[in-house]
């Protein structure tokens, strides 16, 4: 049955309605975006850094440390995964999920008991509906996280590394992220945060460039100590930041996309309203008609 008029313009005032919101939502996301990408290119400079001092003393050094040491035999890995704590945000949340379930599947694949940490109340609740077992969780801070955050989270990991496997700690720690390739582009990244792996070794360098030298005081194992806390507090804030971009990006484009069918929507909605008056109009013009032709039979009747 073909909607009245009434109705017509009822929804077309419902949906203008949700335009509005979306439209601010997307302007918001949209101007969220530029302090998100500021915010992980003034981290990017001091991580690279800590990253070269870290190799540094590692390859320097030949120093054998439990942070840069590989499990000989892994059982137990813990992953980080990082969600959002709203949605509207397209699948941002949803391919992370299934990014980490595919890691899971490899893991157990190869016999390893996978240990989760989320962050985001997305995450949180896909694992608590499914009564998925999670030993950490963090939210509130998805869309603008902050140092204090990555330390707090850093620092959990950082003992669960530490503490022997016997008592509950993990072998591996690896982090799920989107990193963000352009506003249109955000792809979900496996990382394996620790032991380390030191892949910037001694480089090939011309006969005019300058090999640099190092000296460790008071000693490359305390200098080690203290750097390692440091990069993975690093490498967290920085996937923190990187996911926090990717989530304004894809939220932006989820209400632009929904902006644009609700523009749609609200045409087509008006084109059946001006139908539907038309028809009425007609149907009236045709009562008038048919009643004055009527009132003419019986005047000549009569």
Do not use: C
């Amino acid at each position: 049955m073909p909607a009245s008029l009434r109705e017509l313009r009822q929804r077309r005032k419902s949906v203008s309605a949700t335009k509005k919101i979306t439209r601010a939502m997307e302007l918001v996301a949209s101007s969220r975006i530029i302090r998100a990408q500021q915010a992980a290119a003034r981290a990017l400079p001091f991580t690279r850094e800590l990253n070269r001092a870290v190799s540094a003393v590692a390859n320097y050094s030949h120093l054998d440390h439990p942070l840069t040491r590989p499990a000989e035999d892994v059982k137990r890995v813990a992953v980080l995964f990082i969600t959002s704590d709203r949605g509207m945000n397209g699948a941002y949340s949803a391919n992370v999920i299934k990014t980490v379930a595919a890691f899971r599947q490899r893991m157990e694949d190869e016999g390893r008991e996978v240990v989760r940490y989320v962050v985001g109340r997305k995450g949180i609740g896909f694992l608590n509906y499914r009564q998925i077992p999670i030993e950490e969780s963090w939210d509130g801070f998805s869309d603008a996280p902050t140092y204090d955050r990555a330390v707090e989270i850093s620092d959990r990991l950082l003992a669960d590394f530490l503490r022997p496997y016997e008592e509950g700690g993990v072998d591996e720690i690896w982090a799920v992220y989107t990193r963000m390739e352009s506003m249109l582009t955000q792809v979900p990244r496996a990382r394996r945060v620790l032991p380390l792996e030191v892949v910037e070794g001694v480089r090939e360098v011309d006969s005019d460039d300058l090999v640099p030298l190092y000296e460790f005081e008071p000693d490359p194992e305390t200098v080690l100590d203290a750097l390692l806390p440091l990069y993975v507090r690093s490498r967290i804030w920085f996937y923190l930041l990187q996911s926090a971009a990717s989530q304004l990006a894809s939220q932006q484009r989820a209400m632009k996309s929904a902006t644009d069918n609700a523009q749609q929507l609200i045409e087509r909605l008006t084109r059946e309203a001006n139908q539907a008056r038309q028809a009425e109009i007609t149907q009236e013009i045709s009562e008038i008609v048919g009643g004055a032709s009527a009132l003419a039979d019986l005047t000549e009747n009569d």
